[in-house]
């Protein structure tokens, strides 16, 4: 009986389905409920459903500094306001630094994630018309049993009816797609991607071009972008800084070597890398380790480095920063560099840019479709990416000589002063990427469910 009852809770905000019947061959998605059902209360957990209709998105959201998460909880919210949404989590857990906990319930969270998104935690739907999954995607395996729920997957013909009310939203960090991904990808109603190469990489390795739609980091005011209202004036000298966890990916290993290349001590340049541990790579130094290779070479201790020196130059942060910690990061440095071998759209290095910051990056990924023309990218070819990602064999990503690097962190130059980036929130704001998200559903759920438009969304799309 335990057993049962855990199995149905775990399957409490999925869609119903019809059981297969071998007399018509059916079996059935049911997106549109009887009048019987109509007729009929319906009750969440304890509590009658707030709305008829929805859409489930499922993203984790708990870690509070987590680029994926954050913007999780800014789309949630940003397409809540056109069309009832009920978020979900997907691993149901939150990192606090290098500890991971289980998140169970709010009483993990913290208060700001809370104030972001604890009412679309509990939103409660009767019927969930779309289901959107805002994840990465690591292979086939994880992306079916992720978007295919397990007691559809023996029936005829559901699974891929499922898949026509179902959007994945990923961003992509190689050059290549692996072929069952794209036949899993082909069958689902939309597939949503973050940036220009992403859409590239994606309809040459054959997802149809049709199902693709770009849907990019999303603007907000408030905090880091607010920084040229209240500090326009730029801090002097060269002052460097990276955000990220620390992985062969980020290659902040690659940043340090490239900062003692590029200045002497007299320079009285700075580099600030906020990181958190993430995982252990096999020939990737750990930040000890990478200080230590650099200072044995001759070419850094020609520049006159010694472990003093680098001590005052170089701070490394391997811990959680709090909103407040994290806009002044941005506000104290004047050049972000994004040394990252790929990304989907780097939120780090898009943040840089609402504070008007000048950008030094590789440029696979979405800062190609940010940055300012003063902005200095790195030349780049492709190699295989890291193999403990585990990804397709014939995986590529940017691969740069540190010499390369550091050149172009010498020709980056910091603003005179910080304006507004007017044109970054016109572009990118949370209102407006609400609205297209949304106006990609509706055009999604007029295939799908076309008696179900009218009701379902707001009048202003």
Request: charged share 30%; with cysteine.
């Amino acid at each position: 009986m335990a057993d049962e009852l855990k199995d149905q809770l775990s399957r409490f905000h999925d869609r119903m389905y019809t059981p297969f019947d071998p007399k018509t061959g059916e079996g059935l998605a049911r997106p549109d409920p009887t009048e019987a059902e109509i007729a009929t209360t319906y009750y969440a957990p304890g509590r009658e459903a707030q709305h008829k209709y929805g859409v489930v998105m499922h993203a984790d959201h708990e870690t509070p500094d987590d680029g994926m998460c954050r913007q999780a909880r800014i789309h949630a919210r940003a397409l809540a306001a056109h069309v009832p949404l009920l978020l979900t989590s997907i691993g149901h857990r939150v990192r606090y630094g290098g500890v991971t906990v289980r998140a169970a319930g709010d009483d993990v969270l913290r208060p700001e994630v809370l104030k972001e998104v604890g009412e679309l935690r509990h939103a409660r739907l009767r019927h969930c018309v779309v289901s959107v999954f805002h994840t990465l995607i690591y292979n086939a395996q994880q992306l079916k049993a992720l978007i295919v729920p397990q007691y559809v997957r023996s029936q005829i013909g559901a699974v891929e009816r499922a898949l026509k009310s179902v959007v994945v939203y990923t961003p992509w960090e190689r050059s290549s797609v692996d072929p069952e991904v794209v036949r899993v990808l082909n069958k689902c109603g939309q597939v949503w991607l973050q940036c220009k190469r992403n859409r590239d990489v994606f309809v040459e390795a054959g997802v149809k071009e049709s199902l693709i739609r770009l849907h990019p980091n999303a603007f907000e005011r408030g905090t880091i972008a607010d920084i040229p209202v209240w500090q326009k004036e730029v801090p002097r000298g060269r002052r460097y800084y990276n955000i990220g966890k620390w992985e062969p990916r980020k290659n902040q290993a690659g940043l340090i070597g490239a900062f003692l290349l590029a200045h002497r001590p007299a320079d009285h340049a700075l580099l600030t890398i906020k990181t958190t541990r993430f995982g252990k790579w096999k020939n990737y130094p750990t930040p000890e380790e990478a200080l230590e290779f650099w200072m044995k070479l001759d070419a850094v201790k020609n520049k006159g480095w010694t472990p003093d020196t680098v001590a005052r130059a170089i701070r490394i942060y391997d811990r959680y920063f709090t909103v407040d910690e994290m806009v002044r990061l941005h506000a104290m440095h004047n050049i972000y560099v994004a040394a990252s071998h790929a990304e989907g759209w780097d939120y780090p290095a898009f943040d840089a840019k609402t504070a008007d910051n000048r950008l030094v990056h590789v440029g696979f990924g979405g800062s190609e479709d940010y940055a300012d023309a003063d902005d200095v990218r790195l030349p780049w070819t492709l190699s295989p990416v890291h193999p403990d990602y585990g990804w397709e064999a014939r995986a590529r990503w940017a691969e740069y000589d540190e010499t390369d690097l550091a050149e172009a962190m010498t020709r980056a130059v910091p603003k005179d002063s910080r304006e507004l980036r007017a044109d970054l929130e016109k572009e990118y704001s949370a209102h407006r990427a609400g609205l297209r998200m949304a106006s990609n559903l509706k055009e999604l759920v007029t295939v799908t469910h076309p008696q179900l438009v009218e009701e379902m969304f707001a009048e202003a799309l």
